[in-house]
């Protein structure tokens, strides 16, 4: 599949998306493909962080977002988001079979195994 917007090369970038990409590099460690995409537009990008950052501090949790992003990425049959996922479950703390658990809207712990279930229920 061609892209449709060319991923922009953070040693290219200047002004805020070179700031805001070497934001992304600093957290992850690596600046994904659909960050270098976003940054096309810095507002664009600017705004995906912002929004991530406030849903981040919402009352689910971070194990319970990135589970629940797992779900609706096998529910979508969206590789690029299973792989993403799966790498920032493993940096807060799910270990892989929790992860296999959430791609198939499962889980041990009752409460999370229905937000998952409810989750793919809309997707789906």
Do not use: W
């Not at 590099?25 to 664009?44: D, F, N, Y």
């Not at 969206?78 to 658990?101: F, K, R, W």
């Not at 041990?108 to 989750?119: I, N, R, V, Y």
């Amino acid at each position: 599949m061609t892209a449709r917007i060319t991923p922009l090369d953070p040693a290219r970038a200047e002004g805020k998306a070179k700031e805001l990409l070497a934001a992304v590099q600093s957290k992850l460690g690596k600046t994904p493909k659909i960050m270098r995409a976003l940054a096309q537009s810095p507002a664009v990008l600017e705004g995906y962080l912002n929004l991530s950052g406030a849903l981040s501090k919402g009352t689910l949790g971070a194990k319970l977002g990135e589970q629940l992003a797992l779900t609706i990425g096998e529910a979508n049959d969206c590789e690029y988001c299973l792989a993403a996922h799966t790498a920032i479950g493993g940096m807060v703390g799910l270990p892989a079979d929790e992860v296999n658990a959430a791609r198939q809207a499962e889980s041990a712990d009752s409460g999370a195994a229905a937000a998952l279930q409810f989750a793919n229920a809309i997707v789906r």
